[in-house]
T-cell receptor, first 112, second 115 residues
Framework: GDSVTQMEGPVTLSEEAFLTINCTYT??????LFWYVQYPGEGLQLLLK?????DKGSNKGFEATYRKETTSFHLEKGSVQVSDSAVYFC???????????FGTGTRLKVLA | DTGVSQNPRHKITKRGQNVTFRCDPI?????LYWYRQTLGQGPEFLTY????????KSRLLSDRFSAERPKGSFSTLEIQRTEQGDSAMYLC?????????????FGPGTRLLVL
């Protein structure tokens, strides 16, 4: 079945460091790909998305490119801030019910 | 647009009791999803409604679980004869009518603890 694999955390970085969180997927169809973020004590919020191969999603300095050849959707940010500390979830959605399949999440901690 | 709301936010119950959660989606969103999230894991799909029709149920949704969406507006998720393994965060999400991959908007969740 369809699945999403994320790099395990926690990831601890210093402020202004470069961030990469790896995400790969397995899907039988042509999924859309998403990154959601969950800040402490808050609900899931959409960070960015891409709906077809080679699309780049971006928001708040975060970027991810839909790579069909490597079945990947890695999240990157050039300079992280303390306020980026959160849990990041990669997810896919396929046609039909469009339900999400999530990865296990990667906790990011940014130190001042 | 007030977002997706869920009630209650927290529920503590004893094993064997029944519990019911409510989700109010964003108005005019015809798609509604329930997910379950356990500690340290990503959300797992439970069930999906399009308007009032329940179109898909995960095999995670045992016979003790039932969900409804009367009139295609709010939805309820009931768990009968709760077990300790049911302890989790139950998330509701909604998305607008469209022909494709619309973003799902999540509520704050209902945290269930079964003692």
């Amino acid at each position: 079945g369809d699945s999403v694999t994320q790099m395990e955390g926690p990831v601890t970085l210093s402020e202004e460091a470069f961030l990469t969180i790896n995400c790969t997927y397995t899907a039988t169809g042509y999924p859309s790909l998403f990154w959601y973020v969950q800040y402490p004590g808050e609900g899931l919020q959409l960070l960015l998305k891409a709906t077809k191969a080679d699309d780049k999603g971006s928001n708040k300095g975060f970027e991810a490119t839909y790579r069909k050849e490597t079945t990947s959707f890695h999240l990157e940010k050039g300079s992280v801030q303390v306020s980026d500390s959160a849990v990041y979830f990669c997810a896919l959605s396929t046609s039909g019910t469009y339900k999400y399949i999530f990865g296990t999440g990667t906790r990011l901690k940014v130190l001042a | 647009d007030t977002g997706v709301s869920q009630n209650p936010r927290h529920k503590i119950t004893k094993r064997g009791q029944n519990v019911t959660f409510r989700c109010d989606p964003i108005s005019e969103h015809n798609r509604l999803y329930w997910y379950r999230q356990t500690l340290g894991q990503g959300p797992e799909f439970l069930t999906y409604f399009q308007n009032e029709a329940q179109l898909e149920k995960s095999r995670l949704l045992s016979d003790r679980f039932s969900a409804e969406r009367p009139k295609g507006s709010f939805s309820t998720l009931e768990i009968q004869r709760t077990e300790q393994g049911d302890s989790a965060m139950y998330l509701c999400a909604s998305s607008p009518p469209a022909g494709g991959f619309e973003t799902q908007y999540f509520g704050p969740g209902t945290r269930l603890l079964v003692l």
